[in-house]
């Protein structure tokens, strides 16, 4: 063993009552940013599922329609002053001019990982007395589920939507009274309509979701609104969630389309996982800050403690550099027993704390999300901030003078 861990290990050894006291802050300290790392990164995640699992990450669609004036310009005389009233222009459907090579070309953009042609119109769904508005999608199914993936969702029947038949969200066909194998009248607002059978219900979770959507093959939804090889948008989902506004920047000035992506429809989540990004950070920092002032004072103390045993190393030969390794071995072996003890309890404490609330449906209201990555990070963490807090205390012990701290000690 060389000679600097054994000395290290020694004192280490020697002093049971103070590395025992200082093991257990390094563990306490580091199974708190496990437990709370958990926590937040499970409650990110679990937001984020419940947001995008009802839309897709970047919807492509044509510019809004430009407001045209009501007054022409070329009327203008310099004897008079005209007050021009601009009013909006009504939207209308329209498909993206050839959709195929648009969605094609989403398809090769880095980041993109599934893409889904799809026309979304409002109508009414009509069962006997009952009238609802609803928003028809027509979709194409395959590509549909690589986007959402309606399946893992259905509360009864299955996702099938051949022939122009439909799938609706739960709380629709609570309202309308139907289920599986009934059929409904769809008026869209193109005046056209048509009888459907209901295939599957849904719930997404989403009440304004499974209140409004109606689902059904592209084709059908064409002919519903009169766009024959017609597609009203383009839904795309990335790998990276938070890269997808700077990957709809890029699809918005290379095709000219219209690009939204969930992080600029759904800002105020955003500002809300940036605060809890934030609080989590804020908390580790002061975690940190405690735990390397009680390394640092604990081996302060051990310095005063054996400044007699250190300036007979000294004046034996033993080098001020080595002097300083055996400090900061101490500072290393601390942070890293700490950071496996803490990991240990942090991931106990987050398991207990999942399975305590539970919602009707068995699934825990506070998921915790645990992986290698966190646990490398905190035992990374400790090992650094035991490092830093051995600096101080091993540059001083470094830096006795030996016949001085043999006389004194």
Known sequence: MPFEWFVALRYLRDAKGQTALILAA????????????????????????????????????????????????????????????????????????????????????????????AIVGAGFAVRAEAKNAVVVRGVDPERFLAIIDVRKRMRAGRFDVAGGDVVIGAVLADELGVGVGDKIRITTTEGIDDVVAITGVFSLGNEAVDKTWVITSLRRAQTLYALPGGATSIELKVADVFAAETVAGELRGRTGLKADSWMKINAELLTGLSAQSSSKSMIQFFVVLAVALGIASVLIVSVVQKSREIGVLRAVGTSRGRVLRIFLIQGAVLGLLGSFVGSALGALLSKLFEGLV????????????????????????????????????????????????????
Do not use: Y
């Open 26 to 117: 390094v563990s306490v300290g580091v199974s708190v940013i496990v437990f709370l790392s958990a926590l937040i990164n499970g409650l990110q995640v679990s937001l984020i599922d419940k947001t995008l699992g009802s839309q897709p990450h970047i919807t492509l669609q044509v510019q809004r329609e430009a407001a045209r004036p009501l007054v022409d310009s070329s009327d203008d005389r310099d004897d008079r002053a005209v007050a021009r009233s601009v009013q909006p222009a009504p939207q209308r459907l329209r498909s993206i001019d050839q959709w195929p090579l648009v969605m094609a070309d989403a398809e090769c953009t880095a980041g993109v990982i599934a893409a889904s042609p």
């Open 358 to 409: 539970r919602g009707p449906d068995g699934a825990p209201k506070f998921p915790v999300q645990l992986d290698l990555e966190l646990f490398v990070f905190a035992t990374a963490l400790a090992i650094g901030v035991g490092l830093l807090a051995a600096v101080l205390p091993a540059r001083r012990a470094s830096m006795l003078d030996p016949a001085s701290a043999i006389r004194n000690g």
